[in-house]
C-alpha cells in the first residue's frame, strides 16, 4: 500500500458529508490512503467515526490513518496514527506500537524528518508544503526546495501535505514527493470521486515521467 493520494477527511470542508461518506467517495476515486482528522471529536465520537472509516477502507484496500490518536487508531483496528509536534513522540507511540503498524510523522525541516526516521516512523509528512487555509496554526510554506531537500536526506516515503492541488501536484512529485496528502482538493470538491481520479491520474502521469 501507498502513499500516492492520501485524503484527509475534513467534515467542514466536506460540506456536511461524514467522514466515512467523504471516505467513500475518496477510495472510489483511487484514493490509497485515508486519514481521519477531526479536531471537534475526541475518545468516543472520534472511536465511533474511526469505526466506520475503516469498514470503508477494508473494503477498498486503502491504508487508513487516525490523526493524533494513537489510543483510538489501536481501538479501532486503523493500519496506523499521524502524528505532529504536539502528539506523543514518535519514539513513544513506536515503543507502545504493535509490530507493523504505521507511524507517520508531521515535519517541518530536514532536521525533523531525519529525527523521525531515527524515532521510528514510516513516513513523513513535510507540513504544511504550501500555505493552506484547511489548518488554522499552519504556518508558512515550507516550499519545494525543502521538500527536496528532504527526499535527499531521508530514504521514508514523503508525502506532501498543505495546498496541494491539481495544477502543483506535477511539480510536487517533480521535487520528490512519493504522494500528496490533500484536503480541499478532494473533499472540499462537489464531485469528491471525480477529483481524487484526476489527481490520481497526474501523479501517475508525474511518476511517469520521472
Ligand atoms: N496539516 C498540514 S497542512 C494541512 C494539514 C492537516 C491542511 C491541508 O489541507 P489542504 O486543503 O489540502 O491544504
Ligand atoms: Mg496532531
Do not use: F, H
Given at each position: 500500500m501507498g502513499y500516492d493520494l492520501y485524503v484527509v477527511t475534513d467534515e467542514e470542508i466536506g460540506r456536511g458529508l461524514s467522514h466515512a461518506e467523504l471516505a467513500r467517495r475518496a477510495v472510489a476515486g483511487g484514493a490509497d490512503a485515508v486519514q481521519l482528522r477531526d479536531?471537534?471529536?475526541?475518545g468516543r465520537g472520534l472511536l465511533e467515526a474511526a469505526l466506520a472509516v475503516r469498514e470503508v477502507t477494508l473494503d477498498a484496500g486503502a491504508l487508513f490513518i487516525v490523526n493524533d490518536r494513537l489510543d483510538v487508531a489501536l481501538a479501532a483496528g486503523a493500519d496506523g496514527v499521524h502524528l505532529g509536534?504536539?502528539?506523543?513522540p514518535v519514539r513513544e507511540a513506536r515503543r507502545i506500537a504493535p509490530p507493523g503498524f504505521v507511524i507517520g510523522a508531521s515535519v517541518g525541516s530536514v532536521d525533523a524528518a531525519v529525527r523521525a526516521a531515527a524515532e521510528g516512523a514510516d513516513y513523513v509528512a513535510l507540513s504544511p508544503t504550501f500555505p493552506t487555509?484547511?489548518?488554522?496554526?499552519?504556518?508558512?510554506g515550507h516550499g519545494l526546495a525543502v521538500l527536496s531537500e528532504i527526499r535527499g536526506a531521508v530514504s521514508l516515503p514523503l508525502v506532501a501535505i498543505g495546498g496541494i492541488t491539481a495544477t502543483n501536484v506535477g511539480d510536487v512529485i517533480a521535487a520528490g514527493a512519493d504522494g500528496i496528502a490533500v484536503i480541499?482538493?478532494?473533499?472540499?470538491?462537489?464531485d469528491v470521486t471525480g477529483a481524487a481520479r484526476d489527481l490520481r491520474a497526474r501523479i501517475a502521469a508525474a511518476k511517469a515521467r520521472g
Open positions: 479536531k471537534r471529536l475526541s509536534a504536539g502528539d506523543l487555509g484547511s489548518k488554522n496554526d499552519a504556518g508558512p480541499s482538493a478532494v473533499v472540499g470538491q462537489e
